[in-house]
């Protein structure tokens, strides 16, 4: 039974009809706007101290990270555990993918164990919707490579609506590492389809004039377009996946992208500063911006727990 507090979220909404969420591309404006307004009723009621809703009793979900991950994990988990449901967390070093069994073989064996959702996180873009066309059951992308990060992008644009109100019309930057960056194809698919305007501007080896594509502005100087900007989205370097460094020293990239005391200076009065985390502090962000008034960036944390429900729910509640 859902709790009075929770009367707000209504039944699992007609509208809704997907089993999987891959990526922000696929969905509607309308589909995310449904998400965000879902996390709002969640967020408010966790605020409320609220730590318990059955609305997953009797349903499993699985972790299945090939990579690591402090929030996105542990958000999911936590979120499903709040929601009633069981919780499994698949850790890829000590399975059995060290004999030879393929991706596919590990998660159909784990789902013929009565599993619900699947959430999956894989350096191989494509891997949750090849997980999603060989089970029956939900997958939820966790993280592809560098294709998408759904969920991210989702806790990003609510942080956004929380604090400037609407999304529509803002202009919002991501900085950086936009070649290596999942969250960024994730933002701007979902800021595009609420109506902001997007610009990806980092040093020319991580960001392509042809990004353009995209609907996006592109830039090289964040000093440049830093006094039109709402929102600042600083991507971190993913030194991981970078095969040959892109920037001569990390000191010169902290130089010209870093956001820090004299470029807050030089921003409007009220930008608001997100980074998805982690943070490489002193390269994307000094400490006294991360930490300080204009960052949301343990907002986007919190915010994070209240999607993952709101998807959760979304995707593998039980219909009236
Ligand atoms: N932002 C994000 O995905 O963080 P984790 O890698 O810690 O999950």
Redesign the pocket.
């Known amino acids: 039974m859902v709790t009075t507090e929770l009367a707000e979220l209504g039944p699992l909404p007609a509208t809704w009809t997907r089993r999987h969420l891959l990526g922000l591309e696929e969905l509607a404006a309308e589909e995310i706007t449904l998400i965000l307004d879902k996390a709002d009723v969640f967020k408010r009621a966790l605020e409320e101290r609220l730590t318990r809703f059955p609305l997953l009793s009797g349903k499993t979900c699985v972790n299945l990270f090939f990579?690591?991950?402090?929030?996105?994990?542990t958000s999911f988990g936590l979120a499903a555990r709040r929601l009633g449901a069981d919780v499994v967390d698949f850790s890829a070093a000590t399975s059995s993918l060290s004999k030879g069994e393929t991706v596919i073989d590990t998660a159909k064996n784990i789902e013929a164990m009565g599993v619900d959702v699947v959430v999956v996180?894989h350096r191989t873009p494509g891997t949750p919707h090849l997980l999603a066309q060989n089970l029956g059951c939900s997958v939820i992308n966790?993280?592809d490579g560098p294709h998408e990060?759904p969920t991210?992008g989702l806790l990003d644009i609510l942080t956004i609506r929380q604090r400037r109100g609407c999304v529509e019309g803002l202009t919002v930057a991501l900085i950086g590492d936009i070649a290596h960056s999942r969250?960024a194809r994730s933002n701007i698919w979902g800021l595009k389809k609420l109506g902001a305007h997007v610009i990806v501007c980092g040093p020319s080896t991580l960001v392509s004039p042809r990004w353009q594509e995209l609907g996006v502005e592109h830039a090289y100087s964040l000093d440049e377009i830093l006094p039109r900007v709402d929102v600042l989205n600083l991507l971190r370097i993913q030194f991981e996946r970078q095969y040959t460094r892109p920037f001569p020293s990390v000191r010169e990239y902290a130089l010209l992208y870093a956001m820090n005391r004299e470029r807050l200076a030089r921003s409007k009065p009220d930008i608001l500063i997100l980074a998805?985390?982690?943070i490489n502090r002193g390269v994307e962000v000094t400490p006294d911006v991360a930490d300080g008034p204009h960052s949301a960036i343990l907002e986007q944390v919190t915010n994070g727990l209240a999607v993952r429900m709101a998807v959760l729910w979304l995707l593998a509640g039980t219909r009236e």
């Not at 990579?67 to 994990?73: A, F, G, L, V, W």
């Open positions: 990579e690591n991950s402090t929030r996105t994990r996180r966790a993280g990060h991210q969250t998805p985390g982690p």
